[in-house]
């Protein structure tokens, strides 16, 4: 069906929510934002657990490393196609619901994994929750949101996501050096290495249960996304969500504008086929070519390879287990700075300026790896990656992908975007072992070095800036 084209009221959201409202609408992101958290955990506590768990299932070359590395993204993949149909049918609630369980189930199934084709498969299944979650916590975080505060709140995202990250990097630390001392089951400084080899790895994974069981609950109170209610017929139930939002006035304004941009939609299925639409089809592109280049732009490889990457720079294991703390540490405190400018500067110029300073911080990085200047450079270098990172393409990408696509068709295409990033995330953490092996760090670093040159000429030409917005005005805009 045609999408409506012409002007609706409310294109701004001029009515600003009610300021007593205000605590409920934090509560309901934050709640959302878990998704994040646990995504964050599940994806990095692998980092820690490497050595362990390669010594004790005997992974020796590059290809195996890779693929236990990587391979929970094939159920990323399968989770964010999921996401999109599912989520369009059943809301998202329901299936933010369904992500909390499967990862309270893969991260035990994990941890007791007696084979490493056991541990792959658990691994995958807690990718299919990553892939759900990645998928609909920004999108419905957004879809609550004033345009005012969408940055803002979308942002909560990503900062549960490093929370996430430096909690997973915190109790591998803990676990690994601490935490067999205090359950009395090491006494001899000798007996921890083995200890971690046999079961440190295994606590590692679990932990991840507790945090699972506190979204899974959480979601129990959180109401139905009001975009999602009112494109499958239900306004007055959107009504009260929205008034308990921001007020009756501004549940009255919002109401109407996303009614006029789904004059022709409500209840409606939403095919596949919609996504090629002229119209649609270049914002889908843009959207994808975003989540591919958040992935590409090489981070994650210092995330999922931080072991490796500190080792081959000189660190011993204690040091690495530090220094991956480090990284977490720097990882929120520039999210934190992200999301109190993003509604401020806006998404273009951080994005600019993320890809720009990805692209020297990575030429120095391999330059160090070149010439052997190893130690604290590389230390630095990486620290400084991660923080121009936190504060830009991280949140600023999830940020854009969840508010660029049409009420009509968000589900579906945010999914197809979502799909695309964990698909180059997967190319990305499966090619570095191999990439480090054959050309070296160095050679690598350069690589991505240019690949962040690309990303930053796409923004540039390609991305329009969506600050202050609300999502239908945002589509008017795009679409028309």
Same mark, same amino acid.
């Given at each position: 069906?045609?999408?409506?084209?012409?002007?609706?009221?409310? %294109?701004?959201?001029?009515?600003?929510?009610?300021?007593?409202?205000? %605590?409920?609408?934090?509560?309901?992101?934050?709640?959302?934002?878990?998704?994040?958290?646990?995504?964050?955990?599940?994806?990095?506590?692998?980092?820690?657990?490497?050595?362990?768990?390669?010594?004790?299932?005997?992974?020796? &070359?590059?290809?195996?490393?890779?693929?236990?590395?990587?391979?929970?993204?094939?159920?990323?993949?399968?989770?964010?196609?999921?996401?999109?149909?599912?989520?369009?049918?059943?809301?998202?609630?329901?299936?933010?619901?369904?992500?909390?369980?499967?990862?309270?189930?893969? /991260?035990?199934?994990?941890?007791?994994?007696?084979?490493?084709?056991?541990?792959?498969?658990?691994?995958?299944?807690?990718?299919?929750?990553?892939?759900?979650? /990645?998928?609909?916590?920004?999108?419905?975080?957004?879809?609550?949101?004033?345009?005012?505060?969408?940055?803002? @709140?979308?942002?909560? $995202?990503? =900062?549960?996501?490093?929370?996430?990250?430096?909690?997973?990097?915190?109790?591998?630390?803990?676990?690994?050096?601490?935490?067999?001392?205090?359950?009395?089951?090491?006494?001899?400084?000798?007996?921890?290495?083995?200890?971690?080899?046999?079961?440190?790895?295994? *606590?590692?994974?679990?932990?991840?249960?507790?945090?699972?069981?506190? =979204?899974?609950?959480?979601?129990?109170?959180?109401?139905?996304?009001?975009?999602?209610?009112?494109?499958?017929?239900?306004?007055?139930?959107?009504?009260?969500?929205?008034?308990?939002?921001?007020?009756?006035?501004?549940?009255?304004?919002?109401?109407?504008?996303?009614?006029?941009?789904?004059?022709?939609?409500? %209840?409606?299925?939403?095919?596949?086929?919609?996504?090629?639409?002229?119209?649609?089809?270049?914002?889908?592109?843009?959207?994808?070519?975003?989540?591919?280049?958040?992935?590409?732009?090489?981070?994650?490889?210092?995330?999922?390879?931080?072991?490796?990457?500190?080792?081959?720079?000189?660190?011993?294991?204690?040091?690495?287990?530090? $220094?991956?703390?480090?990284? %977490?540490?720097?990882?929120?405190?520039?999210?934190?700075?992200?999301?109190?400018?993003?509604?401020?500067?806006?998404?273009?110029?951080?994005?600019?300026?993320?890809?720009?300073?990805?692209?020297?911080?990575?030429?120095?990085?391999?330059?160090?790896?070149? &010439?052997?200047?190893?130690?604290?450079?590389?230390?630095?270098?990486?620290?400084?990656?991660?923080?121009?990172?936190?504060? +830009?393409?991280?949140?600023?990408? *999830?940020?854009?992908?969840?508010?660029?696509?049409? !009420?009509?068709?968000?589900?579906?295409?945010?999914? +197809?975007?979502?799909?695309?990033?964990?698909?180059?995330?997967?190319?990305?953490?499966?090619?570095?072992?191999?990439? !480090?092996?054959? =050309?070296?760090?160095? &050679?690598?670093? *350069?690589?991505?070095? @240019?690949?962040?040159?690309?990303?930053?000429?796409?923004?540039?030409?390609?991305?329009?800036?969506?600050?202050?917005?609300?999502?239908?005005?945002?589509?008017?805009?795009?679409?028309?």
């Amino acid at each position: 069906m045609a999408i409506i084209t012409t002007t609706a009221p409310g %294109g701004e959201d001029p009515i600003a929510p009610a300021a007593h409202h205000g %605590g409920y609408l934090w509560l309901i992101a934050a709640t959302a934002a878990l998704g994040g958290l646990l995504f964050g955990y599940d994806w990095v506590v692998i980092g820690g657990a490497a050595p362990f768990y390669e010594k004790f299932f005997s992974l020796a &070359n590059a290809s195996d490393k890779g693929w236990a590395q990587s391979c929970a993204l094939i159920g990323c993949l399968v989770g964010a196609l999921m996401s999109g149909g599912l989520s369009d049918r059943f809301g998202r609630k329901r299936l933010l619901f369904l992500s909390a369980m499967i990862f309270a189930v893969s /991260s035990i199934g994990t941890g007791m994994a007696g084979s490493f084709d056991g541990f792959v498969v658990w691994r995958m299944l807690g990718g299919v929750a990553i892939g759900l979650a /990645s998928n609909l916590s920004p999108m419905y975080i957004a879809e609550i949101s004033p345009s005012a505060m969408r940055g803002r @709140l979308v942002s909560l $995202n990503q =900062f549960t996501i490093v929370i996430g990250v430096l909690l997973a990097q915190v109790v591998n630390l803990v676990i690994a050096k601490q935490f067999p001392h205090w359950m009395g089951w090491v006494t001899a400084p000798d007996g921890l290495l083995a200890w971690n080899e046999a079961s440190g790895w295994r *606590w590692m994974f679990g932990v991840t249960a507790i945090p699972s069981v506190m =979204f899974l609950l959480g979601m129990l109170v959180v109401p139905e996304s009001p975009r999602w209610l009112v494109k499958n017929g239900h306004s007055e139930k959107a009504s009260r969500i929205l008034a308990k939002i921001g007020g009756e006035e501004y549940a009255s304004h919002v109401l109407a504008s996303i009614e006029s941009t789904l004059a022709n939609d409500m %209840g409606g299925k939403v095919h596949f086929g919609a996504l090629f639409e002229r119209r649609t089809f270049k914002i889908l592109m843009l959207g994808i070519g975003l989540a591919v280049f958040q992935q590409w732009c090489g981070i994650n490889v210092i995330f999922n390879y931080a072991g490796e990457i500190f080792k081959s720079a000189g660190y011993s294991i204690d040091d690495t287990l530090k $220094n991956i703390a480090w990284t %977490g540490s720097v990882n929120l405190v520039f999210t934190v700075v992200a999301m109190a400018v993003v509604d401020k500067l806006g998404r273009r110029p951080l994005m600019l300026f993320g890809a720009a300073g990805l692209a020297v911080i990575y030429a120095l990085v391999g330059y160090c790896y070149h &010439n052997s200047i190893l130690g604290g450079p590389v230390l630095g270098l990486v620290l400084g990656a991660i923080g121009c990172y936190a504060a +830009t393409l991280a949140p600023v990408t *999830w940020v854009v992908i969840s508010e660029i696509f049409p !009420n009509r068709i968000r589900g579906a295409a945010m999914s +197809t975007s979502v799909f695309f990033l964990w698909l180059a995330c997967f190319i990305l953490t499966y090619t570095f072992p191999i990439l !480090n092996e054959k =050309f070296g760090a160095g &050679n690598t670093f *350069w690589t991505y070095a @240019l690949i962040c040159v690309g990303g930053f000429l796409m923004v540039l030409f390609g991305l329009p800036e969506t600050k202050g917005k609300s999502l239908e005005q945002i589509e008017r805009e795009l679409v028309d």
